[in-house]
């Protein structure tokens, strides 16, 4: 398994690490309150921490959803967070232009799922020289990732980190197969159980998606004790008033008890697969 640091923080080695942070760009403030309530948090338990937040969701389901503050004053928020609050910084991009100039800012360049397909923007995601975390598409299943891992490597770049987010399963619904994290980690790169938008549920609401958050909790140990390396969580101050993804969302609240019974999971997976070592070491 490749391992490698995210501006000094390790992923894919020995700590569960979290990717985290507002769906969307919704202020300053609310990014810098939950960033820094994350890095507060993940400190104490001495866990890696990426900030996620993106300033263009451009896979709305209305034509008038809010979808944040554009490229430019949004970067600029990511910009001024990662620098005073000296945390690594994760955001969406959606083409060739978007992938060279998010490259300049943030610290890991995220393919939305719905387009992991498009070879020209991963191509130019891996010439970021960035981390690159390819979400696995909806409509994908799980070695159809290979490939995508494959055009991000052809450009040199091996940081890659694959995302599990759910298959689309019937009508505004998503479903997770557990056995999809064993399958993504053939490809040698970390995997990270999204464990938020596992549980929404796309167009649920008419001009929005809904989501089922009673369930992130669940799915989230499930997924680490079937071996990822990581989780993504989408965290607000007020996720039923969140401006995009609040059905699926956590509050700031619930985040702490979440990632202490995460991290007892990972440890209890790694002694059981060091003591599995050990017994064929010794026959």
């Not at 263009?56 to 609050?85: H, W």
């Amino acid at each position: 398994m490749i391992h490698f640091d995210v501006a000094g923080q390790p992923v894919g080695r020995d700590r569960l690490f979290l990717v985290g942070g507002p769906c969307v760009i919704e202020s300053e403030e609310l990014v810098f309150n939950v960033a820094r309530f994350l890095k507060e948090v993940c400190g104490q338990l001495s866990m890696p921490f990426i900030l996620k937040s993106s300033y263009d969701k451009a896979n709305r389901t209305s034509i008038i959803s809010f979808r944040g503050p554009g490229l430019e004053k949004g970067l600029a928020v990511l910009q001024r967070v990662r620098e005073e609050l000296r945390v690594p910084v994760l955001t969406d991009v959606h083409s060739i232009d978007e992938a060279h100039r998010a490259g300049e800012v943030v610290d890991v360049l995220q393919v939305p799922a719905f387009l992991a397909r498009q070879t020209d923007l991963l191509v130019a995601a891996g010439r970021s020289g960035k981390v690159v975390n390819l979400k696995k598409a909806q409509f994908m299943a799980p070695r159809e990732m290979f490939q995508a891992v494959e055009k991000v490597r052809r450009t040199g770049n091996d940081r890659i980190l694959l995302t599990e987010r759910g298959t689309q399963f019937g009508y505004n619904n998503l479903v997770v197969d557990m056995r999809s994290l064993s399958v993504l980690a053939e490809s040698g790169c970390p995997v990270v159980f999204d464990a938020t938008h596992s549980v929404q549920l796309p167009g649920e609401q008419g001009s929005c998606s809904g989501g089922q958050r009673q369930f992130v909790e669940p799915l989230a140990c499930a997924a680490v004790a079937a071996g990822a390396h990581g989780v993504f969580i989408e965290v607000h101050e007020d996720p039923d008033k969140a401006l995009c993804d609040g059905p699926n969302s956590l509050n700031l609240a619930a985040v702490p008890p979440l990632l202490k019974k995460l991290q007892r999971i990972h440890a209890a997976v790694r002694i059981q697969d060091s003591e599995s070592i050990h017994e064929q070491c010794e026959g």
